[in-house]
């Protein structure tokens, strides 16, 4: 197994620790566990893609990875009360629904890659999260909410590339 797969599979195994401190009320010391989680993403992609090191297990896990991170990050908080469970379901209903897209495509022979929509719908999403386990600080000082208003950017942008997806691959819809 490569560095980048290893990486993959190391954001996996910090979900749970993650979602164990978060739960207990110690926010800041899981804003880091999810920011060193999230960091294995990009630290993946780059060393595969420089190395060539790019593997079907890789295309297929990194992607879960991330959504399981955010999904466990995003569930907790609403478990918390910090973040509306039906922004969540919306959320989520995106990330299962173009999963679903792409494994029909993929038995189909057809890889959809990641856009820059939904790459940036994923930096949005894990920014919102890390303001929000930071409890806004050091937002919250001048009163501003940063962390709600990146939930809303992240929200927007989810539902943005979810349909985007959906358009540009409306044709695996009659497979």
């Keep these: 197994m490569n560095l980048p797969n290893k990486l993959t ?23 880091v566990i999810f920011i060193a989680a999230s960091l294995t993403d990009a630290l993946d992609g780059y060393i595969a893609r ?6 079907n297990f890789g295309k297929i896990m990194d992607p879960l990875a991330d959504k399981l991170l955010v999904t466990a990050a995003f569930v907790c908080l609403v478990q918390l009360g910090d973040v509306a469970a039906w922004m969540v379901i919306i959320i989520l209903a995106r990330e ?3 999963t679903g897209l ?7 022979g057809i890889v959809i890659s990641a856009a820059n929509s939904g790459k940036l719908k994923t930096i949005l999403q894990m920014l ?8 806004n600080y050091p937002f919250s000082i001048w009163h501003i909410p940063f962390a709600d208003a990146m939930l809303w950017a992240a929200l927007f942008m989810t539902i943005y590339s979810g349909v985007e997806y959906i358009l540009k691959n409306k044709q695996i819809f009659s497979m």
Excluded at 128 to 135: E, K, P, R, S
């Design 96 to 98: 299962l629904t173009i």
């Design 102 to 108: 792409r494994a029909v495509a993929a038995s189909e």
């Design 128 to 135: 919102a999260i890390i303001a929000l386990l930071f409890q």
């Design 9 to 31: 599979l190391l954001r996996i195994a910090l979900i749970p620790i993650f979602m164990g401190v978060l739960m207990t009320g110690h926010y800041a010391i899981s804003a």
């Design 50 to 55: 420089k190395y060539h090191l790019i593997t």
